[in-house]
T-cell receptor
């Protein structure tokens, strides 16, 4: 089975900090995604990547950036964390056989 | 009109009941339809996917697509407390669109 690992389940960061959320896959999939999930708003796409060093903005990229230096790792970066970025962050990858596979999520609290 | 509409619930039903979860959509170009189950503090996991209109059954779960009405359903038979979760519908043309999810509680 495809496995998507997010390095942290829970994070607490201070306003203004630079935050790195890591996502690692164990297969050679090209398509990886970062979403945030908030009550009443559902899943919203932040950024996605179709290959190494390639990135595309999703629906809500403001305040975020991403890095894909290796195929297996897709990182989400909060340049200067703010309280409105408190959320559940979900990494996902897409393959034709299994559709979207999500990681377990990182619950980030910015104080 | 939103692309995908899904009642947020919560929906509470007694154990053993048949559960019906639904989504409506507006984009007739959607071709693949999926249901995800998300337990509390976990990521969504793919439950079922279908292509085109019709029914697909997997154990206690049946996914139904009615393209003419732009309506999809997930039925759960003999519901169990372990089915308590949030269920998200999703559909794709060239990108995937998720519903906001319905919270389901199965009461023992």
């Amino acid at each position: 089975d495809v496995k998507v690992t997010q390095s942290s389940r829970y994070l607490v960061k201070r306003t203004g900090e630079k935050v790195f959320l890591e996502c690692v896959q164990d297969m050679d999939h090209e398509n990886m995604f970062w979403y945030r999930q908030d009550p009443g708003l559902g899943l919203r796409l932040i950024y996605f990547s179709y290959d190494v060093k390639m990135k595309e903005k999703g629906d809500i990229p403001e305040g975020y950036s991403v890095s894909r230096e290796k195929k297996e790792r897709f990182s989400l970066i909060l340049e200067s964390a703010s309280t409105n970025q408190t959320s559940m962050y979900l990494c996902a990858l897409l393959d034709k056989a299994h559709g979207y596979t999500f990681g377990s999520g990182t619950r980030l609290t910015v104080v | 009109q939103k692309e995908v509409e899904q009642d947020p619930g919560p929906l509470s039903v007694p154990e053993g009941a048949i559960v019906s979860l639904n989504c409506t959509y507006s984009n007739s170009a959607f071709q693949y339809f999926m249901w995800y189950r998300q337990y509390s503090r976990k990521g969504p996991e793919l439950l079922m996917y279908t292509y085109s209109s019709g029914n697909k059954e997997d154990g206690r779960f049946t996914a139904q697509v009615d393209k003419s009405s732009k309506y999809i359903s997930l039925f759960i038979r003999d519901s169990q407390p372990s089915d308590s979760a949030t269920y998200l519908c999703a559909m794709t043309d060239d990108k995937i669109i998720f519903g906001k999810g319905t919270r389901l509680h199965i009461l023992p």
